[in-house]
């Protein structure tokens, strides 16, 4: 056999074994599939069905309102689905279609195997699915949540004028939002550690820019919700009096909880959707895009910036202008960056020779769109306009304009250009000339009136209006024009599911793109990438001629799968230098199991099952343990293995190195936003108090006392030193060490926590009188919750350390549990200076 | 993270400019809401929620040092990214894979954040001196 041929055998047999170690498994066990190419179509799907129900309601609400005095839809209904339409679009749809779509391409265009941890975005479709179809599900009960997507107290905190609906919405949505969480951890983890080597922070393509600072925006917005969430339920569930004015509390604090999260996450959809014309105005326009560094800038800019804009929703409610003024000015400047990117656009558009396609068609008329939101934005920004178009039909078209043109329809541009990559056949044409034309005329016609029935005073949420006022034709207009706006959506459904499949397969890279996504042939392979190349330039593509036929011959990284593993490479964060071959786990019905047992608790809860609901949560955490114990930190058979080119790369690193050491960092600065959420609420009933804390009847300061506080936070201190010892002990070689440091930590840890929970207890708090009582509660409980959480940990690292799965060499365990209470300690240190000491200086 | 001069660019010299103008925002609207809150006699869970007439006191004066320092601090990362950037305007777009270009590519772009927030940071004082008290 000729040398050739000896190359093309080795070859085929690289290529079974990839498949192999790759595929996925037929019938039922199909579900079992963790990679990112099945989870990320299951969560796409998913998305797009919630959303298509959600638009049905939007429908529906449309057919209500065309005439004065309808009656098609009684009052109460309507409250349920003018509310439910803005949560499943909102939660169900804008934010888990940048996780899926993520899910989907992002390993693509790093050439990743699959992302770092796959078996959580497996949990995190589960979660969603789970979470989705119980908020949407209880509307054919009657039990939907009725009090506007924002859920707004005192109307909602009333259990008897908000029934069961309200719990749905709490518990089903702080659900999906751990969902969401994850998928951030996970993607962050991925844009930062899974690129290809040479894929420097420079040269990576724009679409993880923007999925990394989405990610980083995540982990800032969506804890104060959780945090608002949990405050809420408490409310609902137990009377503690957070929004209770009668008692201490304030309606307002869940509108600064609910709008700290609310507006980011406006921001939060927008940014993966213009990504995704970041990918495509290059190819289209035949050359790099012109201002990189811009994008970069308007990207962070805008991140940082959403966050200071969310009392502009809370401009009518009597804050001080000066307060007003602040947000005010943010909003405007919010402006900035995001014009910034689409000049970036137009400029890299007039700079190339712009190639007419669909998916360019889409992402024109999304720009015009989205301008002109973006301007009726602006004048809102401007407080006393906003006094005026405060809740009427003004902010609603003014939304969708800004939804619709900075989501939606970027979102099918990039369905029209992604879908060739996911399902290797394209789109029709011109099918979609007419979706396109549809969908824009229809939009238009149907939101475009909606500023002047705004103008001319219909508020939001009414179900109907009387004839004569000058509505009538307005609103008429406006169904006609959502209707038409429907059939186009209806036709796009219909060229995906049905039309799509009498189409050839696309030849590889139909769009004669730059980036790495379209590197492999179509349809995809399950193993995705053949072989992982270096990467010299954002557009490899284009600059590397030999790279299409090198990444086919297998030449580059990890060509194989000899030992019948999942693996990827994991680089450096700047440069991309590979520092591990990263073993990842494969199908499981784990996951699964995880999801259905967690989300059994959250909706046990929401009915008031609370004993049964702990024991399917506590085993839920147990099968949480399972996973983490047989697919997690799995000692390799030897140190490290070849990965081509000459290259060996260790199969397993520990602390600062591992990706599960960054996943623990990034989920704990979450974490510690929820915390500081917490934090915030306690100071904020300080400032509207003239009295904080309320006086016992001898007027001395209620409070916790000292004695107990400062018990609980030595113990906590001796926890943590325990800690560290044991992770000393353990890198010295001691198993006898590390199991004493453990066992002697969790014991000062449960101590600690038990003092946390006295001391409120043995003071006479109680949380059902006032909101300062009720906020001390809820942070001890918090940071006592969390030192038991770490005391699970700590015995699952003691059952490792039993079980020879963690030692000296293994000690990914360890260094990560360690890092969880780093952050454990600050929260508890925190909590108790707060509750023990802020008493004595007010 | 934020003032330790450094010589290499990182996630983290890019991300202080931003980082100065949210600390700096922060401040200005606690600083203001407290003063209006516990001085001003504002409560939002009485009637005539919102007006007070209390002036905006030393709360001019306080936004006015935050914004010097939030000023002085991106002034300081401008001027080390300027220095990562290498001010080398003839080699943009910095999209060569070498640790050069990735030094200036990060050098330039939290030089643009630099401005972004001097400039938001201007926009998020200003309501201080235009408006005159609690109300």
């Known amino acids: ?842 | 993270m934020v003032l330790r001069l450094r010589e290499r660019a990182d996630l983290w010299t890019l991300l202080m400019p931003p980082t100065v103008w949210a600390l700096h925002f922060l401040y200005c609207y606690v600083v203001a809401a407290i003063h209006c809150a516990k001085l001003g006699g504002i409560s939002l869970t009485e009637p005539n929620a919102g007006q007070s007439f209390a002036p905006l006191g030393e709360v001019r004066l306080l936004v006015a040092a935050g914004t010097l320092v939030a000023w002085a601090l991106i002034v300081i990362g401008a001027r080390q990214a300027w220095r990562h950037w290498g001010s080398s305007l003839e080699d943009l777009p910095h999209d060569a894979a070498t640790p050069e270009d990735r030094q200036s590519f990060l050098g330039f772009a939290t030089l643009l954040l630099s401005g972004l927030s001097f400039v938001s940071v201007l926009f998020i004082a200003l309501p201080a001196f235009l408006i005159q008290d609690c109300r």
């Open chain 1, 1 to 842: 056999m000729s040398t050739d041929e000896q190359d093309k055998a080795l070859r085929r047999e690289q290529e079974e074994r990839l498949s192999r170690v790759w595929h996925t498994p037929p019938g039922w066990r199909y579900w079992s599939a963790v990679n990112n190419s099945e989870v990320g179509r299951w969560y796409t799907a998913t998305a797009f069905a919630f959303f298509l129900f959600a638009g049905v309601l939007g429908l529906l609400m449309r057919a209500q309102l065309s005439v004065p005095e309808n009656t098609l839809l009684p009052a109460g209904l309507y409250n349920q689905v003018f509310t439910l339409h803005g949560t499943a679009m909102m939660f169900l749809f804008a934010v888990p279609i940048f996780e899926a779509v993520a899910i989907l391409i992002l390993p693509t265009m790093l050439a990743a195997r699959d992302l770092p941890f796959p078996r959580l975005s497996a949990f995190g479709y589960w979660c969603f699915l789970i979470g989705g179809v119980f908020v949407c599900g209880s509307i054919f009960f009657n039990a939907a949540p009725d009090g506007g997507w924002f859920m707004y107290p005192p109307l909602t905190t009333d259990p008897k004028l908000s029934g069961i609906g309200a719990d749905i919405w709490l518990l089903g949505l702080s659900f999906i939002e751990v969902a969401s969480i994850a998928a951030a951890v996970e993607l962050i983890v991925g844009v930062l550690k899974c690129r290809p080597p040479g894929m420097r922070i420079n040269t990576m393509p724009l679409y993880c820019w923007y999925v990394l600072i989405v990610g980083g925006m995540i982990l800032f917005a969506f804890p104060p919700l959780i945090a608002g969430d949990i405050l809420f339920e408490l409310e609902r569930l137990a009377g503690w009096p957070f929004f209770d004015p009668a008692r201490g509390g304030d309606p307002l604090l869940w509108q600064h909880l609910f709008w700290i999260f609310g507006h980011p996450e406006v921001y939060i959809v927008f940014l993966p959707s213009i990504a995704l014309l970041a990918m495509m105005v290059p190819t289209f326009a035949r050359r790099p895009i012109v201002g990189y560094s811009w994008i970069v800038l308007a990207a962070v800019g805008t991140g940082f910036l959403s966050f200071g804009l969310w009392v502009h929703h809370m401009f009518t409610t009597g804050l001080p202008a000066i307060s007003l003024g602040f947000f005010s000015a943010a909003s405007e400047a919010v402006a900035i960056p995001t014009g910034v990117q689409i000049f970036v656009f137009v400029a890299t558009m007039l700079a190339g020779r712009v190639v007419f396609s669909t998916p360019m068609l889409f992402a024109a008329g999304s720009l015009g769109i989205f301008v002109f939101g973006g301007l009726t934005g602006v004048m809102v920004a401007i407080a006393p306009f906003d006094w005026q178009a405060h809740d009427t039909y003004f902010v609603v078209a003014h939304l969708h304009y800004v939804l619709i043109g900075g989501m939606l329809m970027p979102l099918l541009a990039g369905a029209y250009y992604y879908v060739p990559l996911v399902m290797g056949r394209k789109l029709s044409d011109r099918l979609g000339r007419w979706v396109f034309w549809l969908m824009f005329c229809g939009f238009n016609i149907g939101f475009m009136p909606m500023h002047f029935t705004g103008l001319r005073g219909m508020p939001r949420r009414v179900f109907t209006y009387p004839g004569g006022i000058g509505w009538d034709w307005l609103n008429l207009i406006s169904t006609v024009g959502a209707f038409i706006f429907a059939s186009g959506l209806v036709l796009f459904t219909w060229d995906v599911l049905v039309g799509l499949r009498r189409r050839p397969y696309a030849p590889r890279n139909p769009w004669n793109a730059g980036t790495l996504e379209w590197l492999g042939p179509l349809p995809a392979p399950e193993y995705g990438v053949r072989s992982v190349p270096a990467i010299a330039s954002r557009y490899p593509l284009w600059d590397q001629p030999d790279l299409m036929r090198d990444v086919d011959e297998g030449r580059c990284y990890l060509p194989d799968a000899e030992e019948g593993q999942r693996e990827t490479m994991v680089t450096s964060v700047l440069d991309s230098h590979p520092v591990q071959c990263l073993r990842v786990p494969g199908n499981s019905f784990l996951p699964m199991i995880c999801a259905v047992l967690v989300g059994a608790s959250f909706i046990g809860t929401a009915f008031h099952f609370y004993w049964s609901s702990l024991v399917v949560g506590i085993a839920g955490m147990f099968a949480i343990m399972a996973w983490l114990w047989q697919g997690t930190a799995v000692i390799p058979e030897k140190d490290e293995k070849p990965v081509g080119l000459g290259l060996s790369l260790p199969l397993y690193v520990s602390g600062t190195k591992s990706v599960g050491w960054w996943a623990m960092f990034i989920t704990l600065f979450g974490d510690m936003t929820a915390f500081a959420s917490l934090v915030f609420s306690y100071f904020y009933f300080w400032t509207i108090h003239e009295v904080f804390p309320p006086r016992w009847p001898d007027g001395t300061p209620q409070g916790p006392g000292l004695l107990w506080p400062a018990l609980a936070f030595c113990l906590l201190a001796g926890a943590w030193g325990a800690m560290l010892w044991a992770r000393a002990r353990n890198a010295a070689g001691s198993a006898t060490g590390l199991r004493l440091g453990l066992a002697g930590a969790a014991l000062l840890a449960l101590g600690s926590a038990s003092a946390m929970l006295w001391a409120p207890w043995q003071a006479g708090l109680t949380p059902t009188e006032h909101a300062y009582p009720a906020s001390v509660w809820v942070l001890l409980g918090w940071a006592a919750a969390h030192l038991a959480l770490g005391v699970v940990m700590q015995g699952y690292c003691l059952a490792r350390s039993l079980g020879g799965k963690l030692t000296a060499r293994w000690d990914i365990d360890i260094h990560n549990v360690v890092l969880y209470w780093h952050f454990a300690a600050v929260t508890g240190v925190v909590t108790l200076a707060v509750v023990a000491l802020f008493p004595l200086l007010a």
